[in-house]
T-cell receptor
Framework: QQQVKQSPQSLIVQKGGISIINCAYENTAFDYFPWYQQFPGKGPALLIAIRPDVSEKKEGRFTISFNKSAKQFSLHIMDSQPGDSATYFCAASLVSGAQKLVFGQGTRLTINP | GAGVSQSPSNKVTEKGKDVELRCDPISGHTALYWYRQRLGQGLEFLIYFQGNSAPDKSGLPSDRFSAERTGESVSTLTIQRTQQEDSAVYLC??????????????FGPGTRLTVT
């Protein structure tokens, strides 16, 4: 009930291409869906987040697509750059109470120059 | 401004020893979280503090794990009688009150714990 499943585990994309990472959740009560970016030796940093009242959110080259009925959401990175190479985590939580994040397993993204 | 800091950055300990991990949250952040990240895995929630109280300890894996927070600031995560399966990166995060819809958690760099 609390799981968030993320795929793929690893992804290699050519510079300038589109990177797509997918997540699925089980708990229909979740109402906050962030994506975090983590570089080696660093803590995760918030990249972009969405609430379930919208189906898409775009910030620069990063877009979240959200499908409430399918309980799925995805991160799209347009015009992927070598500097985007990192591990990406999707997560879900409730905006009330503890707001503890339930994380996916992570996707190691490599952008080839 | 200063971000979340954690110390030590690395800790190697022998099985059976106790360890203390420290987190200094961003000043003014009332919420504080501890997560654990095993190698190649996502982060697992351990405990949540609001001020100095811990209303949600549901992620602590056993009674060998405990945490406290004092002065609505520094938090210490203690692992007693460490086991090899405790080896992981322990991450602390904090968030301010009333984020106006942001809900962002700000993470520290983590403490890498290795139990030999």
């Amino acid at each position: 009930q609390q799981q968030v499943k993320q795929s793929p585990q690893s992804l290699i994309v050519q510079k300038g291409g589109i990177s797509i990472i997918n997540c699925a959740y089980e708990n229909t009560a979740f109402d906050y869906f962030p994506w975090y970016q983590q570089f080696p030796g660093k803590g995760p940093a918030l990249l972009i987040a969405i609430r379930p009242d919208v189906s898409e959110k775009k910030e620069g080259r990063f877009t979240i697509s959200f499908n409430k009925s399918a309980k799925q959401f995805s991160l799209h990175i347009m015009d992927s750059q070598p500097g985007d190479s990192a591990t990406y985590f999707c997560a879900a939580s409730l905006v009330s109470g503890a707001q503890k994040l339930v994380f996916g397993q992570g996707t190691r993204l490599t952008i080839n120059p | 401004g200063a971000g979340v800091s954690q110390s030590p950055s690395n800790k190697v300990t022998e099985k059976g020893k106790d360890v203390e991990l420290r987190c200094d949250p961003i000043s003014g952040h009332t919420a504080l979280y501890w997560y654990r990240q095993r190698l190649g895995q996502g982060l697992e929630f351990l405990i949540y503090f609001q001020g100095n109280s811990a209303p949600d300890k549901s992620g602590l894996p056993s009674d060998r794990f405990s945490a406290e927070r004092t002065g609505e600031s520094v938090s210490t995560l203690t692992i007693q009688r460490t086991q090899q399966e405790d080896s992981a990166v322990y991450l602390c995060a904090s968030s301010p009150p009333g984020q106006g819809g942001s809900y962002e958690q700000y993470f520290g760099p983590g403490t890498r714990l290795t139990v030999t």
